[in-house]
């Protein structure tokens, strides 16, 4: 197919290179197809080329946003039309009207920070609602948890602009008149009232479809839910076929803007019952009590998601409220107009359920802490991959929803099958709405696996009918449950469904193969059956994840990586400048495990597909912290490089930035010179010309240390090794220097071992065994010198945190062993004067006592392998401090990377998202702190405005 006419023709971009095809051929689900291209339209015009494109040559177009769905929706083999990118708007808000319209790309959580301007929200909220887009919240017709109250997206959408599949423009919304204004606009409503006019098809329709009560119901095209309306049933809603555009999963029409229903913003106090139960029958008993106190939500966590949390270290800090090992625990959701209402109906609740003996600890949560106990909630879906191992949790019967008061007799009966076939599943979510995401553990890469993945979709969709429930709730039924659809509502409903397909899409040009005429559920899934797995010998220890490979697998597609900076953390810093699926944590991983699993080359980490998705990665470790599925793609990306480079041999400026010390440290008995001539190497390495290149000190900080550092104490509170880090010595001296010396007026002994570099340049441009050999050394130092109450103190977060986190990777046996004993020993200068303050040996009185404004920015790997707490600590127990951290991630800069100019404009561009514009607003006489070096050079280039580190203000 010729795509060379069509690139030219659209203002957006066409890609049909392999790496791009290769990182949409997946999303959250167990399906796999490689796309003809990927399409990111710019406008309305190009999506109406982009059809009559496909029309013409006989091919489809795969609509799709942040690309999270679960059953296959937005994996095809035709056109991917990605609208995430440039289809961001918010069109119009109308308080007095109570709607907003919006292009689908708006991600659900930004379009409510907007609306809470006006103290408006959409109310349908899915786990993934950071990153969510209402594009494919209409396509799946979404709920989430507090459905209880506000329903699906489909009682939410008003009107829809969009293009048929003759690409013409159409406008839906309530209607009396069935007519249409063109001959494939004319064809629809006659198509709907020939089948709804039709007294035996809404017979069947209502004999056949879900339970009315069921409200999560998104089995099929929703023509239960149109034979409620006018002219169909006399007393219904006005007829709208907005009904039958959510949950279509984009194979009817291409929605280009919507109208949406907007909710005011619920008042009053809130508080979660968090009810420990010893079995999910018990949860889900809880669960029916729970509902006669008008919950807005009601959601369960198994001990499996528990257990999750605990592996994840950004959930583990939400894990606060967790009394003991429940096997279950339901999150009920109360607002009250005043607090005694609330406390009240808490009350009344607590002694019904203690009557019924449910539940053994109700820890009642308020505040801020709320927040935490939803993220822990939230993180559900990305945290179910972080088990090691080829069995996974597989979305396969995970949607299911019946009557909720047949919840618990469901998921018994639901658990007997699993156990006759040897399983056992994770159940968490809705439980106040008759759906739990039930999701048994299977082995994909197996032909045993892959049969059980067939056997057990059978054999519950043949419960679901049992109870007369949805085989869908919520996440569609897409590729995965489209086959079951003629068995969940008869033949003959089917043979409806087929012609609504015809009808708006006669040359199937929209997303074929979901719904209807769906191939096998158990065809082009992600694994191949009894696939080779192949084993690669790497340098760093993947043994937790049983190899690398594994290691990129741990990505399920959930997509947490495509949050935007409007959300807060730092994952991932590239995406959120670019926004473009390539520059996603899960793009890097998608790729590894494409080109890992399905490359002819002796040598896959050669292979160029690589090369293009990693390129924008700043090692910066966000990943390592704020992926629920444990992805550590800075460790991925130094594997990489150093494999690649055993056949490309060492770049030459790979090779000058990873011997940055041994460089500079020629300079040592004359710093003038390097000033003299540090500009000049800026277009032999390849460096922008717009980046600073800091000056050497005049004296290296471990000279001054030996020759001019006297102590003050007489008697040491305790003996402590400082870190002389390759930055800090021979570039930040003053700054160590105010470190050791507070170190010393605190009443530390500080010593100074003859130690090697951290090797953090080696390390983030893969050069491994050079890393290694510095991390023998430094542990084998020492793991001797740092006995009882010694420890070993940083100031630079990036290189004293290789202690904790590369370093334990680089090594192997003992030398692992004495590695992790040295980490335990390691701190940055804010954790130790945390512990310090902690342990009673610091008071606030030793920290200064003059008044300042302080705005702070954490470094990443500070943030990743430590936390932004220490250092609020200790800038708090500073009396006269008024302190607050800028909700920033990434500053952009990440050691070389910023320096590279064909890295420079994105790295500006991150530090533009939230960290320059900050820096600008602060007063004169507010100091900006950041304790990494690349932070204080990228603010300073950014900015103007010199950043201090901590050590310099306390």
């Not at 069935?178 to 409503?189: A, D, H, K």
Request: with cysteine.
């Amino acid at each position: 197919m010729n795509f060379t006419d069509l690139k030219k023709e659209i203002k957006g971009q066409l890609y049909t290179d392999e790496a791009i095809k290769r990182i949409y051929a997946t999303d959250a689900s167990a399906y796999r197809e490689v796309p003809l291209a990927v399409a990111i339209p710019k406008s309305d015009a190009d999506i109406e080329k982009l059809i009559r494109f496909a029309k013409k040559n006989q091919t489809s177009l795969i609509p799709r946003t942040a690309g999270t769905s679960l059953a296959g929706q937005v994996v095809g083999g035709g056109i991917i039309v990605d609208v995430s990118k440039h289809f961001t708007k918010i069109i119009e808000v109308n308080v007095a009207k109570e709607y907003v319209w919006v292009q689908p790309g708006i991600v659900r959580d930004e379009l409510n920070r907007e609306l809470a301007k006006y103290g408006y929200f959409f109310a349908p909220e899915t786990s993934t609602a950071n990153r969510a887009m209402i594009g494919g919240m209409i396509g799946n017709n979404s709920c989430g948890s507090n459905s209880v109250v506000y329903g699906s997206t489909r009682e939410h959408l008003l009107e829809v602009k969009a293009f048929l599949s003759d690409s013409t423009h159409v406008y839906f919304k309530e209607t009396e008149d069935l007519r249409g204004s063109t001959e494939l606009e004319i064809q629809l409503y006659e198509n709907i009232s020939e089948i709804l006019l039709a007294e035996k098809h809404v017979e069947r329709i209502k004999k056949e479809f879900p339970k009315p009560n069921i409200p999560r119901r998104n089995t099929g095209y929703a023509l239960d839910m149109l034979a409620r309306m006018q002219p169909f049933n006399p007393e219904g809603e006005p007829f709208n076929f907005c009904s039958l555009i959510a949950g279509s999963e984009g194979t009817l029409a291409f929605v280009t803007a919507a109208k949406l229903k907007i909710t005011k913003i619920p008042d009053g106090f809130k508080r979660l019952v968090c009810i420990h139960c010893k079995s999910i029958d018990d949860a889900l008993k809880a669960n029916l009590i729970a509902l006669n106190y008008q919950p807005y939500a009601c959601e369960l966590m198994d001990h499996y998601i528990l257990e999750a949390t605990a592996r994840n270290k950004e959930q583990a800090a939400n894990r606060f409220f967790v009394e003991g090992e429940p096997k279950a625990i339901l999150i009920v959701e109360l607002i009250g107009e005043t607090e005694k209402e609330v406390d009240i109906r808490i009350l009344n609740f607590l002694t019904e359920l203690g009557k019924q003996r449910l539940g053994y600890a109700f820890p009642i949560i308020r505040g801020d802490d709320i927040k935490k106990v939803w993220d822990l909630r939230k993180a559900g879906l990305g945290l179910l991959s972080n088990i090691p191992g080829d069995i996974k949790p597989v979305p396969v019967v995970e949607d299911t929803a019946v009557a909720v008061k047949d919840l618990p007799n469901y998921i018994g009966d639901f658990n007997k099958i699993l156990q006759k076939h040897n399983l056992y599943s994770v159940h968490y979510a809705h439980a106040g709405s008759g759906e739990l995401h039930l999701r048994p553990y299977l082995n994909l890469k197996t032909e045993e696996g892959v049969k059980l993945f067939r056997t057990i979709a059978e054999e519950i969709a043949a419960l679901v009918k049992k109870y007369e429930g949805s085989l869908s709730g919520e996440h569609g039924d897409g590729r995965l449950r489209g086959e079951f659809i003629p068995r969940m509502i008869g033949e003959e409903n089917y043979q409806l469904l087929k012609k609504v397909k015809l009808a708006w899409d006669p040359d199937n040009i929209f997303n074929p193969g979901k719904i209807v005429g769906t191939a096998p559920m158990d065809t082009f899934l992600r694994y191949e059956k009894n696939q080779e797995i192949p084993e690669y010998d790497t340098l760093l220890d993947f043994s937790n994840d049983q190899g690398i490979l594994r290691s990129a697998e741990l990505c399920n597609g959930s997509g947490d990586c495509r949050k935007s900076e409007l959300n807060g953390g730092t994952m991932c810093p590239s995406y959120q400048a670019t926004r473009d699926e390539k520059d996603t944590t899960r793009a890097r991983a998608n790729i590894l495990r494409e080109m890992l699993t399905r490359s002819k080359e002796t040598n896959p980490f050669v292979q160029p597909e690589i090369k293009e998705v990693m390129d924008l990665c700043l090692s910066c470790k966000g990943c390592k912290r704020e992926c629920p599925s444990n992805v550590d793609m800075g460790k991925l990306k130094a594997e990489w490089q150093y494999q690649s480079m055993k056949d490309n041999g060492v770049p030459f400026r790979t090779k000058m930035i990873g011997n940055y010390a041994k460089s500079i440290q020629r300079f040592e008995k004359a710093p003038w010179a390097y000033n003299l001539t540090r500009n000049l190497s800026k277009p032999m390495l390849g460096f922008a010309t717009g980046r600073s290149i800091p000056k050497m000190a005049s004296q290296t900080l471990r000279s001054w240390f030996d020759k001019k550092f006297h102590s003050l104490q007489r008697e040491s509170k305790k003996t402590v090794y400082f870190f002389f880090d390759e930055f800090t010595n021979y570039l930040d001296v003053e700054i160590g220097k105010k470190a050791i010396m507070l170190l010393d007026r605190m009443g530390y002994e500080v010593r100074a071992a003859n130690h090697a570099i951290s090797g953090r340049a080696y390390l983030s441009k893969g050069m491994l065994e050079e890393a290694r050999e510095l991390a023998k050394e430094n542990v084998s130092l020492f793991h001797s010198l740092l006995k009882k109450d010694v420890c070993l103190i940083g100031i630079e977060p990036s290189a004293i945190l290789t202690f904790r986190d590369e370093y334990p990777d680089l090594l192997r046996g003992e030398e692992k062993e004495q590695a992790l004993k040295v980490a335990e020993r390691t701190f940055t200068i804010e954790e130790f004067l945390a512990k310090e303050l902690g342990d009673g040996r610091l008071k606030p009185e030793d920290f200064s006592h003059e008044k300042k404004k302080i705005l702070v920015h954490g470094h990443c790997h500070q943030k990743a392998l430590s936390s932004m707490i220490p250092t609020m600590k200790v800038l708090k127990a500073a009396e006269n401090f008024k302190v607050q951290m800028i909700p920033s991630g990434c500053c952009g800069m990440a050691g070389s990377f910023g320096y590279e100019k064909e890295h420079f404009d994105v790295s500006m561009k991150i530090g533009e998202l939230v960290l320059f514009p900050k820096v600008r607003e602060a007063e004169e006489d507010t100091i900006i702190l950041a304790s990494g070096t690349s932070c204080r050079h990228q603010i300073w280039d950014g900015t103007g405005k010199v950043a201090r580190h901590i050590v310099e203000i306390l």
